[in-house]
């Protein structure tokens, strides 16, 4: 069976499920070239899906970002120090499979 034809198996399931199914299957393919089972990796398109939902209600104004604080800082100290730290230089999460 091609990688096509697996895609075209799948495609009934959500974009997201068919991400991370494809991204097993290029895990395993991976390690099984590594291990000199297969003498090349095919290559896998992935489905562009979307990373973030638009309609996530980020920490707006300072009441929030010092209640939020406050919560962190009652589960422990390093979560405070990661939170903090997220929020005070704009970190965010970053997608390593783009």
Request: charged residues 20%.
């Amino acid at each position: 069976m091609s990688i096509e034809n697996f895609k075209l198996i799948i495609n009934h399931l959500k974009p997201k499920t068919q991400y991370n199914i494809l991204a097993l299957l290029r895990s395993l393919l991976n390690y099984a070239y590594s291990h000199e089972w297969l003498d090349r990796v095919p290559k896998i398109k992935m489905p562009r899906i979307q990373i973030l939902d638009s309609r996530y209600a980020y920490l707006k104004t300072d009441w929030e970002i010092e209640s939020f604080l406050i919560g962190c800082k009652s589960v422990n100290h390093q979560l405070f120090v990661l939170c903090a730290t997220a929020i005070n230089t704009g970190m965010r999460q970053v997608s390593w499979l783009d």
